[in-house]
């Protein structure tokens, strides 16, 4: 893996190919961040939810 480093330092080299990195393009993305965002707001609801129901009641 290259350090970001020798990239920005050797612009000239690498201005005939400024795509992204290779990992950027072939990494698995198996869980997408929204699915995970999705299930922190209805877990921190519930949370809220019995909080509030303890502290009336």
């Known amino acids: 893996?290259?350090?970001h480093k020798d990239i920005e330092e050797?612009?000239?080299e690498n201005?005939?190919?400024?795509?992204?990195?290779e990992e950027?393009?072939?990494e698995k993305d198996d869980k997408p961040?929204?699915?995970?965002?999705?299930?922190?707001i209805i877990i921190?609801?519930?949370i809220l939810a019995i909080i509030i129901f303890?502290?009336?009641y």
């Open 24 to 26: 950027a393009v072939t």
């Open 44 to 46: 921190a609801v519930v």
């Open 10 to 12: 050797n612009y000239p």
């Open 1 to 3: 893996m290259k350090d």
């Open 15 to 21: 201005q005939q190919n400024p795509g992204p990195s």
């Open 33 to 40: 961040a929204s699915r995970t965002l999705n299930w922190v």
């Open 54 to 56: 303890m502290y009336y």
